[in-house]
């Protein structure tokens, strides 16, 4: 079966239908139907919720009260980019784990959300051993999130995690429609060191920061090259993706703003 994630970002930027600035972008999403007909985020989401709901998630599960089901579906926007502990939504939802985990199973199936595995590699820390929990489009999240609009969701406490979100989804789309399946990483030891994505190049890793301000600093390429020097000769020149614009060269890391992501990311090499 022929499966297709929503747009990327170059293929909505080679249409010249990229929105203009990062928060739009983000409201919208990247659904074919917002781009190629004459429809708002604010009618299309409810119908394509409804539609899911109501057809393929009563049809794969069975789900008797699908008021538990939307609830599930927006406690996971609430989550998008955080680790999973499937025990604590279940009981956050009021279902039971092994529910949670089914319905977790058909989203990740039929491409609703990502689950970023975390990498082995040890330094002799402890590792975190969750996945962590991605949306595969960013509109879908502000929907499930209540966020009608740019205003609401340029002081929105989940602006982060949807700039994040966007990040990670772009690379899953650039490797799936390679013809590739997405081999993405994170990694993360219990005193909250972090590398926000892993991408595998051979036996090397680019260790890769995502932050949403649209404001260079510098102490971001400190921190990145410090936790670089972990992994030794495995660890490629490091990447910073931010929320502004441009990309160029700085302290030997690579520095993308949004805009340049969308045609400066390559599929991970295999």
């Not at 709901?53 to 089901?69: C, H, I, K, N, P």
């Not at 993360?188 to 949403?212: C, T, W, Y």
Request: glycine residues 8%.
């Amino acid at each position: 079966m022929l499966q297709l994630l929503p747009f990327s970002l170059a293929e909505l930027r080679e249409g010249g239908v990229l929105p203009a600035t990062l928060d739009e972008t983000m409201l919208r999403g990247c659904y074919p139907p917002l781009y190629d007909r004459p429809v708002t985020p604010g009618d299309w989401f409810p119908n394509y919720v409804s539609t899911y709901l109501e057809r393929d998630v009563r049809q794969l599960l069975a789900v008797r009260d699908l008021s538990l089901f939307q609830r599930f579906l927006k406690m996971c926007a609430a989550r998008s980019g955080q680790l999973l502990n499937l025990s604590a939504l279940a009981g956050d939802c009021g279902i039971s784990h092994v529910t949670a985990r089914e319905w977790m199973t058909v989203l990740e199936a039929s491409y609703v959300v990502y689950l970023l595995r975390p990498h082995h590699r040890n330094f002799g820390k402890r590792l975190v051993k969750m996945p962590k929990l991605y949306f595969l489009d960013t509109g879908l999240m502000a929907y499930l999130l209540g966020i009608r609009d740019v205003n609401t969701l340029t002081t929105h406490a989940s602006r982060g995690a949807l700039f994040e979100t966007l990040v990670v989804s772009e690379w899953v789309k650039r490797q799936f429609n390679a013809g590739q399946v997405a081999e993405l990483y994170f990694w993360r030891d219990s005193a909250g060191h972090e590398f926000d994505l892993l991408i595998p190049q051979g036996n090397q890793f680019m260790p890769v920061e995502i932050k949403s301000g649209s404001t260079f600093s510098s102490d971001w390429i400190a921190a990145l090259r410090k936790l670089s020097a972990l992994f030794g000769d495995a660890a490629l020149p490091p990447g910073i993706v931010y929320g502004g614009d441009g990309q160029y060269e700085r302290d030997g890391c690579r520095v993308v703003g949004w805009q340049a992501l969308a045609h400066s990311l390559e599929p991970a090499a295999q």
